[in-house]
Nanobody
């Protein structure tokens, strides 16, 4: 059983920063993890992909609107993936979810953490 636990969401003013964390809990081995992704969902909108990282040290990818502001990273020793978010904008508001993509089998989702960017 694999569980993803997100944390770090908060209310922040425009231009501020937050660091989200997603801890992988349960029985899954590092070689079985292919990719880790962050998604977000604003009220009334569909969930959208934000950033991704290869778990074995592969590439990082970002949606255009967050490139140069967000940084995804992974600490395999802590089984945790991070999303550093700088220069936050009101349009970054939403619930942020992480998703684990294994080499085989189903994907896993966390329950999300709320980010609100407002003055």
């Amino acid at each position: 059983q694999v569980q993803l636990v997100e944390s770090g969401g908060d209310l922040v003013q425009p231009g501020g920063s937050l660091r989200l964390a997603c801890e992988i809990q349960g029985t899954i081995l590092d070689p079985d993890i292919y990719f880790m992704n962050w998604y977000r969902q604003a009220p009334g909108m569909e969930r959208e992909w934000v950033a991704g990282i290869g778990w074995s040290g592969g590439p990082t990818n970002y949606r255009t609107s967050v490139k140069d502001r967000f940084t995804i990273s992974a600490d395999k020793a802590k089984s945790t993936v991070y999303l550093q978010m700088n220069n936050l904008k009101p349009e970054d508001t939403g619930v942020y979810y992480c998703k684990l993509v294994p080499h085989r089998g189903e994907d896993y989702w966390g329950k999300g953490t709320q980010v609100t960017v407002s003055s």
